[in-house]
């Protein structure tokens, strides 16, 4: 069975442009989590799509956002880049509710110039 | 929100001696506390989780414990080995998704 599945694996931009990264969840799992990791820093949580409907999401501001497709795939975008933005963004999924098990991709590799 | 301290940040050990890594956490309403490992180049991997009904858990070399009280848990591994060796990260979260986590553990295991 296939994991969740990232892409692209890296992606670099430059300031003011915008990202757009995506993300398969595993089979049957319609819950999406997006989190941001950055150098020397813990996973911060970004975004929470389950049945298409965002859920919740962490201090980032507007320019972060995303949408969940109706295969319940996911992308995230970010306008705007800032260079502080460079940093591994990772997907996860699970099952959908509440507590469980987050499966995540190897993640998106984005770097701003 | 849910603040995870975690510590130490990097840990070195010989192989076959154990490896301990301990985080606080801020909201005492927290239920659930799973533990990631990071392999280079990989997402992270749960390893173990514990919930706040019980104590402590054990999977094979690998144990968490958990003191509510004092708002704390910890991960231990005994008898490492030179694939244990990888960053570890640890979580807090009050029955939903959203959880909170440490800044991680790189640990090393010298052969």
């Known amino acids: 069975e296939a994991g969740v599945t990232q892409s692209p694996t890296h992606l670099i931009k430059t300031r003011g442009q915008q990202a757009t990264l995506r993300c398969s969840p595993i089979?049957?799992?319609?819950?999406v989590y997006w989190y941001q990791q950055a150098l020397g820093l813990g996973l911060q949580f970004l975004l929470w799509?389950?049945?298409?409907?965002?859920?919740n999401r962490g201090n980032f501001p507007p320019r972060f956002s995303g949408r969940q497709f109706p295969n319940y795939s996911s992308e995230l975008n970010v306008n705007a880049l800032e260079l502080e933005d460079s940093a591994l963004y990772l997907c996860?999924?699970?099952?959908?509710?509440?507590?469980?098990?987050?499966?995540f991709g190897e993640g998106s590799r984005l770097t701003v110039l | 929100g849910e603040n995870v301290e975690q510590h130490p940040s990097t840990l070195s050990v010989q192989e076959g001696d154990s490896a301990v890594i301990k985080c606080t956490y801020s909201?005492?309403?927290?239920?659930?506390f799973p533990w990631y490992k990071q392999e280079l180049g990989k997402g992270p991997q749960l390893i173990i989780d514990?919930?706040?009904?019980?104590g402590e858990k054990k999977d094979q070399r690998i144990a968490v414990t958990l003191n509510k009280t004092a708002k704390h848990f910890s991960l231990h591994i005994t008898e490492t080995q030179p694939e244990d060796s990888a960053v570890y990260f640890c979580?807090?979260?009050?029955?939903?998704?959203?959880?909170?986590f440490g800044a991680g553990t790189t640990v090393t295991v010298r052969a």
């Open positions: 996860a999924s699970s099952l959908g509710g509440s507590t469980g098990e987050l499966f």
């Open positions: 089979s049957g799992h319609t819950s």
């Open positions: 799509y389950d049945e298409g409907e965002e859920r």
């Open positions: 909201d005492s309403a927290s239920n659930y």
């Open positions: 514990i919930r706040s009904n019980v």
């Open positions: 979580a807090a979260s009050l029955n939903d998704y959203k959880l909170s």
